[in-house]
């Protein structure tokens, strides 16, 4: 038995200090009693928390949640944590999420399992609750730096082509689940390659800047943008119709079209074409991809500074 709200000086001086983190932090605990103070403890902490029972949600439940760190019990009916372990690394997009065991195992053998399982720490239960946190704070943070810092384009901010097919592929299978629509837009700039030629790559850079500001601040904080390739862009819009992506991203498209560039030897304006596809025009992400790709590519036939659905 552990007490939740006797803590102390020190661990509310953590928790303070930690309060404006949220990291996101599953907990996969047979015992709901046990799960539900951990979540307690991390929740005052200022973290998201998801309890799951189930292990046999987990990939599903860690690809809708994202969990910056993975707390898990070792014994548990259906399928042990090491076993659940072993198959969460299995997928290279989770290979770097820490993975805490939270047990009472005292054999050194079956916590060297866990680790050969891809286990990053071992905490002996019954923990304490300023370890517990600490131990959570330090690797989602480290994690979370990380990822931003492996998922991010140099350039522009955006997520790279890599995170943004990993985002793809987890938010068409969320939509699926919820029944919710989604839609990808592709976006390519026109004429690029006069721009650079013209200006110089440095005044390219400047305008590829640009577009990813302007669409970050035009688009809603749920759309993801990404930078799928050099002068190409993908946005993903989850719970929209493509009809309703389009009139957005058109709004877009005539703002970007209006801003005057400039460059030491003249100012100029740019444009882009951009294709639309629906959640319900392919199964997978590589496939819409090219199903917004070839959209994109009939609005370059037809004239460019336009969007086809
Ligand atoms: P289109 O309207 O048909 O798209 O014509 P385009 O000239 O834009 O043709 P395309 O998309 O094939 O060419 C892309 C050009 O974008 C080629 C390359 O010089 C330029 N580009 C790609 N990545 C970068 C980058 O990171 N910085 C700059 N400045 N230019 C880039
Ligand atoms: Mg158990
Ligand atoms: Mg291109
Ligand atoms: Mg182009």
Redesign the pocket.
Known sequence: PVDVVGLTDRIEALLRRESHTGYRVMIIDDDVVTARYYSTVLRNAGMEVHLLHDPAQVLAAISDFRPELILMDIYMPVCSGIELSKLIRQDNSYVDIPIVFLSSEVDPERQLDAVRAGADDFIAKPVRAEYLVSSVVSRAERYRTLRALIMRDG?TGLLNHSAIKERLQSEMLQAKRHRSPLALAMI???????I?DSYG?GT??QV?RTLARLLQQRLRRTDIVGRYG??EFAVIFPDTSAVKARAVLDEVRQAFGRISQHAENGSFHVTF?AGIADLGQASDADALFEVADAAMYVS?QTG?NRITL
């Open positions: 350039l390519d700039l026109d004429s690029f390659k006069k650079n790559h390219g850079d590829l050099g002068e074409s370059k460019r």
